[in-house]
């Protein structure tokens, strides 16, 4: 840059070294926020079966970190149990707002008549738009359960692996929007007993509870420092391109607009590419894309007596979820769907979106046994897969093996096969047997 290299070199240094600091100051801790609840800055107290009819006996001794609560249980409500209730405020509905954590550290040691025993550990959130102040099951349940033992020590939970309790957002017909795990106003966190205890003793002693957190993110401190070097870099350019206007405006401004020109042309060949080869919602190929290439790819396995399998697939009951959750869940399920599959599929085959809720798996030099593994374990990983709103997703399958035939033929028996998985119960595979298999 003419007449600026010294400027450029000394902002570059100062860059260099303030990036390096607050990088280390990062590493180092500097960015970590905690927040521990203990009986100074909240209020501990019991809650039991006695309010449901029931007749446990609870006692609570609160220390300077923390509480033990000891109970006899007693068979004689629905669902006996004792619990430690920690109000974080004042008033249920001004919490405090825990969103900016992400891990929870909990040291309990829990005796039980059962080894291996879980507690229970509900972080309530009030929002108003499900909760009434009237009403204490009306906040959300954040929960999660695990087996504490006795002096395990600090275990760290990150709060994405809390979960709304289902029977919760039943009973209280919570909308979809506010169904999702909510830490923005939490006012009280109870550590209960396990779900199914028995007439025995139990003690729960809190040691410690601890939130974990970044005043500000490594993904956006990286943002902000890249910005920062960005925005000098520009300042630069910009004093440059004014110290330099006078004689090369003419120049520049043709230049810039056959750079553009090029850009623009460019960037809409491969829009109109990607239109025309790539389903816009899952990213696969479409049907439109293979059309040629599986007559070539079925015409040479003919000729050279080569195996060439494919695999017809289509979710079960699809409508229902776009009935039951809307069509915005039901795109979020095919892409999810599309994804899933893509990470079983081998470099060698061909997975295209064929139509609504249809997919299709071309398997070169691939006989029938061993594509029929292929779709077993699809169909196996998502039917174990974790779906949004507790869905349950399913598919059925239809494989065939290529024959001395057309590939419409050849994608119609596979066809047929998918439709006999369907008539046979959903959530299966089958084969599109020949004579010479039979």
């Excluded at 004689?247 to 025309?276: C, G, H, M, P, W």
Aim: charged share 25%; aromatic share 12%.
């Amino acid at each position: 840059m003419t007449g600026l290299t010294k400027p450029v070199r000394y902002t570059v240094f100062f860059l260099v070294i303030f990036t390096c600091i607050v990088y280390a100051w990062f590493i180092l801790g500097g960015a970590k926020k905690e927040y521990v609840v203990t009986p100074v800055n909240s209020t501990y107290r019991i809650i039991d079966d006695t309010a449901q009819n029931g007749a446990t006996e609870s006692s609570l001794n609160i220390y300077r970190s923390g509480a033990l609560l000891e109970c006899n249980i007693v068979n004689k409500a629905q669902w006996p149990f004792c619990e430690i209730a920690i109000s974080l405020t004042d008033s249920v509905d001004k919490g405090i707002d825990l969103s900016d954590y992400d891990h929870v550290g909990i040291d309990i040691d829990y005796d039980s008549p059962l080894e291996g025993e879980r507690v229970r550990i509900y972080l309530r959130n009030f929002d108003p738009a499900y909760a009434k102040l009237s009403d204490p099951i009306s906040l959300k349940f954040n929960a999660i359960e695990y087996a504490p033992g006795e002096d395990k020590g600090l275990v760290v939970f990150p709060l994405r692996s809390f979960q709304v309790l289902s029977w919760w957002i039943a009973d209280y017909e919570v909308p979809v929007d506010k169904s999702s795990r909510q830490f923005d106003n939490i006012s009280i966190i109870e550590v209960a007993t396990g779900s199914y205890v028995k007439e025995a003793n139990y003690s729960i002693k809190l040691n410690k509870l601890v939130f974990y957190g970044e005043r500000i993110s490594e993904q956006v401190l990286v943002k902000l420092l890249l910005s920062l070097w960005v925005v000098t870099a520009i300042f630069f350019i910009i004093i440059d391109r004014i110290y330099l206007r006078k004689k090369i405006k003419e120049t520049e401004e043709r230049t810039q607009r056959l750079r553009d020109a090029n850009r623009a042309l460019y960037e809409k060949s491969l829009v109109f590419e990607e239109l025309a080869f790539t389903d816009p919602l899952t990213r696969t190929r479409n049907r439109h894309e293979i059309n040629e290439w599986l007559a070539e790819a079925t015409t040479h396995s003919i000729d050279n007596k080569i195996s060439f399998s494919m695999i017809f697939i289509d979710i079960d009951h699809f409508k229902q979820v776009n009935d039951k959750y809307g069509h915005r869940l039901g795109d979020e399920v095919l892409r999810r769907f599309a994804s899933l599959i893509n990470k079983r599929v081998r470099k060698s085959d061909v997975f295209a979106r064929w139509g609504g809720e249809e997919f299709v798996i071309f398997c070169p030099a691939t006989p029938l046994g061993a594509t029929a593994e292929l779709a077993e374990s699809i169909r196996e990983c998502i039917e174990s897969a974790v779906w949004d709103n507790g869905m349950k997703v399913t598919c059925s399958l239809g494989v065939a093996e290529l024959e001395n035939e057309g590939y419409s033929h050849f994608i119609e028996r596979a066809d047929e096969a998918l439709m006999k998985a369907k008539e046979r119960g959903r959530n299966r595979v089958e084969i599109a047997w020949n004579e010479r298999q039979l």
